[in-house]
């Protein structure tokens, strides 16, 4: 196996320390957040009730977790 390479901070096998992971992980939950109003705004618009909006935040947020995981 080869050097790490100076301009890399982390290598492939290198944890990074846990504040980072925690500031990480909150934008990552941001920008999953942000997907969510454009459902919201949708459904309403069409004339949605309130328990198909919360249908559809529910497929979203599955949606975006499959997507994490993937």
């Known amino acids: 196996m080869s050097a790490k390479p100076q301009d890399l901070i982390y290598g492939l096998d290198d944890k990074p320390p846990l504040a980072s992971l925690l500031i990480i ?36 947020m599955i949606a975006c977790g499959i997507g994490t995981i993937v």
Request: one cysteine or more; glycine letters at 8%.
């Open 25 to 60: 992980g909150c934008q990552h939950i941001f920008l999953m957040s942000s997907t969510l109003v454009l459902p919201i705004v949708l459904i309403t618009e069409i004339g949605g009730t309130f328990d198909e909006v919360r249908s559809v935040i529910a497929l979203t």
